[in-house]
């Protein structure tokens, strides 16, 4: 339980704002991205920087106040009760180096405002498929990018973080400091402390291809069929995935897309764009397209690609990977998920990986799923009147799936799972033991509880 006296005391450590429940501004500050899972800490502070970060952790550390931290709110996917947040939507420094060929960002910073400063130089990220995400969140988790397949992990391009530990100590980490810290952080996601900011590399982007063709429904089986042969086929320049949706009749959906069952082929092409229409060609032959929006693109449009959602809304999110998708993987999905079958979830996709996402890190992570053919995703609008039938209907779609997915789960969408074991699930089990031994050596109070942290049990 928090004082008004420690408050007053944290308020005096900080230069940022420092809101309790009853204040004005509160909920604006806990609020983000995903409504289902917005913040009820006792305690919030608006880190302005680095001095804020450290001065509020020793605070909690001295107080035994468990700790979170916010940017945007993509992964709120577990309400955090209790405790100190910290958010860190006012950390937005943008350094481009184009020379190095390399970023450094605060930790409030969205992949939007990394792209606007490096694409002048024709240098990008590794950005997923939104660009509102934050970087820091995104990327400790690993980070799967639109263009992983040519690129890799976004986690293996960082090359250097100061992180906030939860007694409070600022380390600066690269491959010859503290590289076992430096490690385990880069995928790792928040269990080691706050990251205040992120320096990384970036990558030349010349030309590019991209958009997505929405097919009806109804040939769902004919397009995934297709899919499962020509995906796993393409070269590394070629980024692809392919989703069911089921689209909620909502005006945040634009027409001719509102309210109907698509099936959405979302591709990505590094490179020439004459180049990228051939690989894509035979997909366009498969079934008569209800939209066809891929095309040469400018990368600041990247969005435009997958269409997730920009407004905040309620939802849930979990998913793993596959050692393949083929036939027989399409006929179980479609057994669940496929045309007539009632299932009350927006969106189930499979992102096909292999190519760079195979490739080791130059300097050794803690990343999983580099050997896996594919990622499942589950996308779940929690709102009536689907919101009750929603975990039912995830539950039988996982269960359809295990026999092809033994490679475990990808931390940056696996929801809020409520064991060690399946925790556990989202490292390679030598990394999860190491990630444990030093998340419980530098934080013996367990003030990181919140999410996805491993180790010393939740809440
Ligand atoms: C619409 C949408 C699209 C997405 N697309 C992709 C995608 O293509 N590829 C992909 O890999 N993921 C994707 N994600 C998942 C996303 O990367 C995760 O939800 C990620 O956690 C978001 O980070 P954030 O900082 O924006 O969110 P927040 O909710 O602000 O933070 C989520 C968590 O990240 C950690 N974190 C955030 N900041 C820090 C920090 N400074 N120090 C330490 N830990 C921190 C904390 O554990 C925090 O609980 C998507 C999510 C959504 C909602």
Redesign the pocket.
Known sequence: MISAADVEDLTGRVRGPVLVPQDEGYAQEVT???LAGVARPEVVVGATGTEDVVAAIGWASAHGCPV?????????DEPMEGGLLIT?TRMQEVKVDPGRRTARVG?GVRWRSVLAASLPHGLIGLN???TD??V???T?????P?LGRTFGWAADRIRAAELVTPDGVLHHLDADHEPELFALLRGG??NLG??TSLSFELVPLQAFYGGGIFYPGADAHQVLDAFSTWAPALPPQANTSIALLRLPDMPMVPDPLRGQFLVHLRFAWAGDPEDGAQSLAPMRAVSHPVLDTAGPMDYRDVDRIDM??TDPVPLFHTGGFLAAFNISTVEDLLAVAGPGADFPVVAVEIVQMGAAFARPASVPDAVHGREAACFLGVIALLVPPVAQAVPAAVGTLLEAMAPHAPSGVFV??YGFPPTEAERARAWPAEAYTRLVQTKTALDPQNLLR???VVGQGHR
């Open positions: 983000g991205f995903n979170g931290v916010q940017a945007t709110g993509h992964g709120a860190t930790a997923g498929s939104s995400v934050g820091i969140g995104y400790l988790a690993g980070g799967l639109v996601k928040g706050v990251v997730d959602p940056n969408h919140y999410q996805h």
